[in-house]
């Protein structure tokens, strides 16, 4: 029976070239999206000709009922669940600090941070060797901005993803001896839409020469980062991050 993997905000981006990549590895997936269900379809059926099995679900990630929604979905469509991709997360226009409003910082928390942890709990729930489940793994897509503070430009995004950081760290270390293994990835300047969605759609162009490999990365590199995360050669391995970042 093949392995089940969830990757949350898979309709485009870092999380549908993990879709693919992981259905190339044998997993049967679940795509999911907040709104947009003809990208997902678009993904599930790239997955279907790779010969794998996917069923897409819209689900916001950020919303409790939501999630539960999603994972009872999986439990009743797909069966056991092996792998969750925390990927999905919101990024909006650049700003500076001093003008952010709560309404703002709020959304952004509650998207990048709190449908982690709803994800992750969920997860926990049915790979827990304490809860009869069999083990499993979890990796979060973090950001090189949780190192970098992103001034000037997204401060709220980037403390969202140093929260994340701390998450994977704790989240590992709890459930360790669960059977359960969760890592992280950092992303850098990757030419994914989300640039689109903060303002500057060329944003990785402008910034390229600066980083010491002197390009954009591709989200298939972070693709293959999280498929080493989630495969049985990084076994030994939880509670790290992998750097995508071309060097900053």
């Given at each position: 029976?093949?392995?089940?993997?969830?990757?949350?905000?898979?309709?485009?981006?870092?999380?549908?070239?993990?879709?693919?990549?992981?259905?190339?590895?044998?997993?049967?997936?679940?795509?999911?999206?907040?709104?947009?269900?003809?990208?997902?379809?678009?993904?599930?059926?790239?997955?279907?000709?790779?010969?794998?099995?996917?069923?897409?679900?819209?689900?916001?990630?950020s919303v409790e009922d939501d999630?539960?929604?999603?994972?009872?979905?999986?439990?009743?469509?797909?069966?056991?669940?092996?792998?969750?991709?925390?990927n999905a997360g919101i990024l909006?226009?650049?700003?500076?600090?001093?003008?952010?409003?709560?309404?703002?910082?709020?959304?952004?928390?509650?998207?990048?941070?709190?449908?982690?942890?709803?994800?992750?709990?969920?997860?926990?729930?049915?790979?827990?060797?304490?809860?009869?489940?069999?083990?499993?793994?979890?990796?979060?897509?973090?950001?090189?901005?949780?190192?970098?503070?992103?001034?000037?430009?997204?401060?709220?995004?980037?403390?969202?993803?140093?929260?994340?950081?701390?998450?994977?760290?704790?989240?590992?270390?709890?459930?360790?001896?669960?059977?359960?293994?969760?890592?992280?990835?950092?992303?850098?300047?990757?030419?994914?839409?989300?640039?689109?969605?903060?303002?500057?759609?060329?944003?990785?162009?402008?910034?390229?020469?600066?980083?010491?490999?002197?390009?954009?990365?591709?989200?298939?590199?972070?693709?293959?980062?999280?498929?080493?995360?989630?495969?049985?050669?990084?076994?030994?391995?939880?509670?790290?991050?992998?750097?995508?970042?071309?060097?900053?």
């Amino acid at each position: 029976m093949k392995k089940v993997a969830l990757i949350t905000g898979s309709s485009r981006g870092i999380g549908a070239a993990t879709a693919l990549r992981l259905a190339s590895e044998g997993y049967a997936i679940c795509v999911n999206c907040v709104k947009d269900q003809k990208l997902a379809d678009e993904v599930v059926a790239g997955i279907t000709a790779l010969g794998s099995n996917a069923i897409a679900i819209q689900a916001d990630v950020s919303v409790e009922d939501d999630v539960k929604r999603l994972f009872e979905a999986i439990d009743r469509e797909m069966g056991q669940l092996d792998v969750l991709v925390n990927n999905a997360g919101i990024l909006m226009p650049q700003i500076r600090v001093e003008s952010m409003t709560a309404e703002r910082i709020n959304r952004i928390l509650t998207t990048n941070v709190t449908g982690y942890f709803l994800c992750s709990r969920e997860a926990v729930k049915r790979m827990s060797t304490k809860h009869a489940g069999t083990g499993g793994v979890i990796v979060n897509v973090s950001s090189a901005a949780a190192r970098l503070g992103s001034g000037g430009e997204y401060v709220d995004y980037a403390a969202s993803k140093g929260a994340i950081d701390t998450f994977t760290i704790g989240l590992a270390t709890e459930v360790a001896a669960e059977g359960i293994r969760v890592n992280g990835v950092r992303p850098g300047f990757i030419y994914t839409d989300i640039h689109a969605d903060g303002g500057e759609p060329d944003r990785v162009d402008r910034i390229k020469h600066q980083l010491p490999l002197r390009r954009g990365g591709q989200a298939k590199e972070v693709a293959a980062a999280i498929a080493w995360l989630v495969s049985d050669e990084s076994s030994y391995t939880t509670g790290a991050f992998i750097e995508v970042s071309g060097g900053r």
